[in-house]
């Protein structure tokens, strides 16, 4: 295995491809990570934590659907996933340039 940080940098990083193509950030992280936990040190435990992050940012939107149309708090939901999907690739891609496991708050683990 070879330590490559740049390659989990992009993979952090990669979470933010929504912002231009409107999807991705869940798909291509899974790819970087499939095609890569086996060749590049701590690519599994990185890639673990970011496909975790995603499918919860999708359950925390699901549920903000039902609220929005209840009650009208699933707006402020929605703002603050936004904020949180757009935030913690950027704090987590610096820290795996710096070698250190990221981690991801409020991440349900899908994937041991």
Known sequence: MRK??????ITHLSQLV?????????????IIWLTQKDKVYQMDEHGKNIVNFQLSLIVY????IPLMLL?????VGFII???VSLIFPIIN????????????PLSLNFIN
Do not use: H, R
């Open 93 to 104: 891609a610096i820290k795996a340039s710096n070698g250190e496991v990221a981690k991801y």
């Open 18 to 30: 929504t912002l231009v193509l409107g999807f991705g950030s869940l798909l291509l992280p899974l």
């Open 61 to 64: 939107c699901l549920l903000c």
């Open 81 to 83: 996933i936004g904020i």
């Open 71 to 75: 009650c009208g708090i699933g707006l």
């Open 4 to 9: 490559d940080n740049q390659l989990l940098v």
